[in-house]
């Protein structure tokens, strides 16, 4: 078969995904089975996979499935045990009295507390738990809407105690085959995996540091009464202060933590410096900035559901301390379990379910550790929790019924999307001697582009996250694809990915779904394109800065990887 209709032909999955996704507007759980029958057809009869090897590469993408299920559910459950046992109502009081200023409530409220939760919780949820506040607090419901979404940006990467990059990266690149040549060149796959990890939390940072007041100014431009730029902008010296409060240690914990951590602690430094500054009046403008009356606001910013400060207070008064305890022992539990040998090795060694060589395909393998991965240490908090909060046994079943149906929703979805991918990432043993898919995809792209393609990474990396409604399975789809781009025109390849895995964490400011969970919590559904037409100006911003960056630190810093010693 011609070369470029081959490659064309790796291209047809995504694709379909797309047309089917956004053209035809199928939801993902129908989209995505035809997706992964086609890919499978692709790989049976065009790439001359074996069944048997088709068949394993499935068994492995049900197997990853299930951990970053685990993860899921953990995370979800933690937020709907906090939410029953009245923590989540004691912090968001907490934040009702620091400042009248709408800018300052939005980079408080919706930057640090939203950026802590996306931490901890991920898959949408910042916005849903953001924007239903930012109501209570005063803001039209399509503002609040707005705001929520931008915060599904810096710490998107790192959300969900990491798992983009602890599933999305690490299963979306073929880490068999990875490690052989990294040890081959005298390194090794953590040595890898923790560069595009660092690289991905510089990137971040150095674009991160103006969303705060990017936040500012979108909200006076579109909905102030003078509908200014200059009133955002009034508020830059406290918005930086607010940003590089949080990218800092962002950046730091990425560096030299790993990838669980950065959006937490970054977020958790970031509340604790800013909101007593805050409280103090530092660097904060001298002209406060409001709405304009609400009766004056037209009625496409208004939702259908009134939410009252008041509505939000808990069954029982809960110290702000007491609250926030169970985030700060998820912090400690996960830090001792992955900078701490000895805890480390319990948490790895036990509770494993692993599957190697599977169907005896050498290197298709695939296991579940459940206590070390995220979820299993946040199943361990809401245990703690409910003894900690005192809570009844109905009110952590209710959180477990409410997460399990979230469960079953993304699970449906995933279980045809992870099969999928892993199928394209294996395909390259095959019995027509034949490059692997992504390897296909990257030789058509690196033909057509060149030396240039960096600048389109995290392009690439937002439409898969467009696409699927999320980071991870952006990554998934998308990692190996990009590493094999950077080695056909001779780029980083840890550079390059790092750039996807940023690119597609802009892309959550535009995914449907996130909007969608968001637009329901302030009864704003059936106007998401109101919002989408607000919030792809921001990840415009966040994707051209992401490819500008790439291309510097790849053409003029020379930036490299073990790989290409």
């Known amino acids: 078969m011609n070369q470029t209709l081959l490659s064309l032909l790796a291209f047809a999955p995504l694709v379909l995904a797309a047309i089917l996704l956004v053209g035809l507007n199928w939801p993902a759980r129908r989209a995505m089975p035809v997706v992964f029958i ?193 009133e955002g902008l009034a508020i830059a010296p406290f918005a930086i202060f607010a940003g590089l409060a949080f990218v800092i240690p962002y950046a730091l914990a990425g560096i030299f933590l790993g990838p669980e951590f950065p959006s937490m602690i970054g977020a958790l430094v970031g509340l604790l410096i800013v909101v007593p500054a805050a409280k103090a009046g530092f660097l904060v403008p001298k002209k406060q900035w409001d709405f304009a009356d609400a009766k004056e606001w037209p009625v496409d910013w208004m939702g259908s559901i009134e939410i009252k400060l008041d509505s939000l207070t808990a069954k029982k008064p809960m110290a702000i301390g007491l609250a926030w305890t169970p985030y700060i022992l998820l912090a400690a539990i996960l830090v001792l379990s992955r900078v701490n040998p000895t805890v480390k090795a319990f948490f790895t060694d036990n509770l494993v379910l692993g599957w190697k060589d599977i169907l005896g395909e050498a290197g298709v393998s695939g296991s579940i550790q459940f206590l070390y991965l995220p979820g299993g240490i946040m199943a361990l908090v809401v245990l703690i929790t409910f003894l900690l909060h005192r809570m009844k046994f109905s009110e952590l079943t209710a959180a477990v019924s409410e997460s399990s149906k979230t469960l079953i929703g993304a699970g449906f979805v995933l279980v045809f999307t992870i099969p999928m991918v892993r199928i394209l990432i294996n395909s390259g043993v095959n019995m027509g001697d034949l490059p692997s898919m992504p390897r296909a995809m990257a030789e058509l792209v690196a033909s057509s582009v060149g030396d240039i393609y960096p600048v389109f990474a995290p392009t690439v990396g937002a439409l898969g996250a467009f696409i699927a409604g999320s980071n991870t399975v952006s990554n998934l789809m998308m990692s190996q694809f990009q590493f094999d781009t950077a080695g056909l025109i001779g780029v980083s390849g840890a550079m390059m990915v790092a750039g996807q895995a940023v690119g597609a964490a802009a892309g959550n400011m535009i995914a449907i779904h996130n909007v969608v969970a968001a637009s329901a919590t302030v009864g704003l559904l059936g106007r998401e394109g109101q919002t989408l037409r607000l919030t792809i100006i921001p990840t415009i911003y966040y994707i051209v800065a992401a490819g500008l960056i790439l291309l510097f630190a790849i053409h003029v810093l020379g930036v490299t990887d073990p790989l290409m010693l």
């Open 38 to 230: 086609v890919t499978a057809l692709i790989g049976l009869f065009a790439w001359d996979m074996t069944f048997n090897r088709v068949l394993a590469s499935t068994l492995q993408g049900l197997v990853l499935t299930g951990a970053i299920l685990w993860i899921i559910f953990g995370a979800i459950l933690l937020l709907n045990t906090l939410k029953h046992s009245g923590a989540i109502t004691a912090i968001r009081g907490g934040f009702s009295n620091i400042s009248p200023d709408r800018r300052i409530q939005a980079i408080i409220v919706a930057w640090l507390f939203g950026c802590f939760i996306e931490g901890a919780s991920g898959f949408g949820t910042p916005a849903a738990v953001a924007a239903p506040l930012l109501v209570a607090l005063g803001f039209p419901a399509l503002a609040a809407v707005m705001i929520g979404m931008m915060i599904q940006s810096t710490p998107v990467s790192f959300g969900a105690v990491g798992t983009p990059i602890v599933v999305g990266v690490s299963g979306g690149l073929d880490k068999a085959g990875l490690t052989d040549q990294l040890v081959a060149n005298g390194s090794s796959w953590d040595a890898f995996y923790h560069l595009i990890t660092s690289e991905v939390a510089i990137i971040h940072a150095v674009i991160g540091v103006l969303m705060p007041l990017f936040m500012c100014v979108m909200l006076t431009r579109f909905f102030g009464r003078n509908k200014s730029w200059l």
